[in-house]
Structure formats: structure tokens, C-alpha cells
């Protein structure tokens, strides 16, 4: 089969793309591993920043279906220290700068703005290859092949596309997620919903932290941060989830028993997320008829940025297409020389730095400071 635009992988970055190219009377066909849109829980809670996830909806006309997804109230955010003290309590001013949706809403609001037979399901890729002048043969589990004359890789981390164009791979960040969920909050878990309250909670430490948020009704879901190497992680049995538990919970000896709570009252078994990053400022040279968008491209450690800039990279590549009628050399170049100028970094709180959670200055109070410092900016 032969298609102009070929997009490996059904996430934000690719769906927008598509979208975008749609809006702009472009066909793509893309093609996604999981066998149906409900293959797989597509995550918990995303804020969609106004300064490139918002930008990426406008161009994919979709701002008044994305505000019928948004989950109200939810940018409220507070700041624990490890005692339960609350050092900060911020409310949903309502601004808009950053509302809160699920991300499986999201997905299946961009899914149903493409038409019928876009998405291609069940074709997981085994193999690419340039085929001279800008063309590119993708092949599938299945067996089956598509030739085409663009190909984008908007297959994440470990791209089977990135290959063509790099041999850059992610690599282990020093950190890990640790994630559970709890149920029906508000009455089966009453001072772990208090302690998060309406939207989201921060209780940072050098080397660790928890964070969680409240999705629909009163489900908690907690991302449990640790800094250790991949033997520490490796030596936890997560198979034996009372074990994984009782181990997560140790390295959180001594804090209070309503963030704690996140942890050893879970009522799913505690999943392992380690973060892989690429080469900070990875670079290619221009390889005709194939580019990469979102984490294909700029793979970084969770830092609130990863999928509003896949949404935005979708985007801008649509644009560019669209802007370069019949020369689609000229369209990559000028989407791949704008996409290397984009911070990757996190930018949360209105340009105020972010440290690591390795920092000395992973606490509670430099994070409350670092917000103020922010908002003075704003």
C-alpha cells in the first residue's frame, strides 16, 4: 500500500498530527500497535498548558470539544512537608492557563475528530527501511508493509523510526515512579483524600517525593518518586505486591501517616515506572521523507511538559505540511529546526526552575518558594 503521510503510533503527538494535517485537507493514515483504543488505561490527569498543548488544540480546531473534557476545579495544588504540614494551599483561580483532563478523554476526543479508517489498530512494526529519493517501507507484525513517501515516527521512547534518523537511545535517568491508586477516597481513605485535597499534592524531599492527584470523583492516583539505581529497584519484588508495598514504604519511615497512606492503603498493587531520558539536545541531520515528533524526538524525564509538547510537535508538523504544499523537504526542515530551538525542560509555575528531586533543594519550602518566585514573574 502506498500513503503520502504515514504516522507510526496512535499517542497525542501523532493523533494531533493527524488532526492538524486533516483540518488542512492532508490524507495520513496511522498506524498503532495496541489491537483497540481500549487496549490499554491510557493514564491519569493532564494539564494542557496555554503556552503548547492549547496552541496544538487551536490548530487542530478542537478548543470547544477540549473544553467539554475538562475535569473543573482540579488546578487547585498544595505543598506538604513531610509532617503533613501545609505549606501551601493554592486554589483554581480559573485562569485557564492549565486545565485538567483525563488522558484517555483526550485521546478518544482526537480519535473521533479523524475520519473512519485513519487509525489502523493491531499493526505493531517490526522494521523500517529507506528505499532511495525520500521513500520509506514500514513492515508489520502482521506481515504486511506500507510504503510511503513521509514517515513519521510518533512511536515514543524506544521508536522503531528514530533508528533511521539517529542512533541516539534512552537511557536510564536515575529515578523511578512507584504508582498506585486509591478508590472511592472521600470515605475509604478519608485523611489521604484531605491531604490532597480538590486537585493536586506535592510532598518533596531530597531523593524522594510523592505526588498525587484527584481524577473523576475521589480517586486518588499517586506517583511515588524515588531516586535509586536500577538495582535497588531491581531487588523489590513488585510481583509480590504486599512485599513491594511494605519496601516502597520504608525509604517514607518517619512521614506522616496521610501521605504514607498513598502508599501501604493502596488498592491496586504498586506498579514500577522507571524514567529513561535521550541525549539532552538531541540533534539529526536532514534524512529526506522522515522526521519524529514527541517522545520519539526529545524523550525527557516526567516533567509536565512530555505530552503538551507531543501535542505541539503534531502540530507545528501539520502546519509546516500544510505550509509547503508538494515540497515536503522544505516542511521538515522548517519543523525540525523550530522543534530543536523548544525547551524540553519543565517550565511549570510560569518559568520558575524546577530542581530535581536529588536537590538539596527538594523540600517543601523551596518549592513553595520557587512557585512565589514564578508567580512574581507572571
Not at 536532514?286 to 515528533?293: A, K, M, N, S, Y
Not at 501539520?318 to 529546526?337: F, N, R, S
Request: hydrophobic share 45%; with cysteine.
Amino acid at each position: 500500500m502506498n500513503t503520502p503521510v504515514t504516522i507510526i503510533g496512535a499517542g497525542l503527538g501523532g493523533l494531533v498530527l493527524a488532526r492538524v494535517l486533516h483540518v488542512n485537507g492532508i490524507p495520513s493514515r496511522v498506524y498503532e500497535a495496541d489491537p483497540s483504543p481500549a487496549a490499554r488505561k491510557q493514564g491519569g490527569m493532564l494539564d494542557i498548558h496555554d503556552y503548547n498543548g492549547q496552541i496544538a488544540l487551536q490548530a487542530a480546531d478542537l478548543v470547544d470539544e477540549f473544553h467539554a473534557i475538562v475535569v473543573e476545579g482540579r488546578q487547585t495544588m498544595r505543598v506538604l512537608d513531610p509532617d503533613g504540614t501545609v505549606l501551601m494551599d493554592k486554589a483554581d483561580d480559573g485562569d485557564g492557563g492549565r486545565p485538567e483532563v483525563m488522558r484517555g478523554d483526550l485521546r478518544q476526543m482526537l480519535l473521533d475528530s479523524l475520519p473512519a479508517g485513519t487509525v489502523r489498530w493491531d499493526h505493531k512494526v517490526s522494521g523500517v527501511r529507506a528505499l532511495g529519493k525520500g521513500g520509506h517501507e514500514a513492515t508489520f507484525a502482521c506481515g504486511c508493509t506500507v510504503v510511503t513517501s513521509l514517515l513519521v515516527g510518533a512511536d515514543g521512547a524506544w521508536s522503531r523510526v528514530r533508528p533511521l534518523l539517529s542512533d541516539a537511545t534512552p537511557e536510564y535517568a536515575g529515578a523511578a515512579f512507584v504508582e498506585t491508586y486509591l478508590f472511592e477516597a472521600d470515605t475509604r481513605h478519608p485523611a489521604a483524600a484531605k491531604a490532597v485535597g480538590g486537585g493536586s499534592m506535592i510532598a518533596p524531599s531530597p531523593g524522594k517525593e510523592i505526588f498525587a492527584h484527584r481524577e473523576r470523583g475521589a480517586t486518588l492516583h499517586a506517583y511515588v518518586q524515588l531516586t535509586r539505581e536500577r538495582d535497588w529497584f531491581a531487588a523489590v519484588d513488585f510481583t509480590d505486591a504486599a512485599a513491594a508495598t511494605a519496601r516502597i514504604a520504608q525509604e517514607f519511615d518517619g512521614w506522616a501517616p496521610e501521605l504514607t497512606a498513598l502508599i501501604t492503603e493502596a488498592d491496586t498493587a504498586p506498579v514500577l515506572r522507571p524514567h529513561y531520558a535521550l541525549p539532552a539536545g538531541l540533534r539529526w541531520e536532514r534524512v529526506p521523507g522522515v522526521t519524529l515528533v514527541g517522545d520519539a524526538a526529545h524523550l525527557a524525564a516526567p516533567n509536565g511538559e512530555g505530552a503538551n509538547l507531543a501535542m505541539l510537535d503534531g502540530a507545528e508538523l501539520g502546519k509546516a505540511l500544510a505550509a509547503h504544499p508538494g515540497d515536503v523537504e522544505a516542511a521538515l526542515t522548517a519543523y525540525e529546526q523550530a522543534m530543536f530551538l523548544r525547551p524540553t525542560e519543565d517550565v511549570m509555575f510560569e518559568g520558575a526552575e524546577v530542581k530535581g528531586i536529588d536537590s538539596d533543594d527538594n523540600t517543601a519550602q523551596g518549592l513553595v518558594d520557587m512557585i512565589a518566585k514564578g508567580d512574581s514573574r507572571a
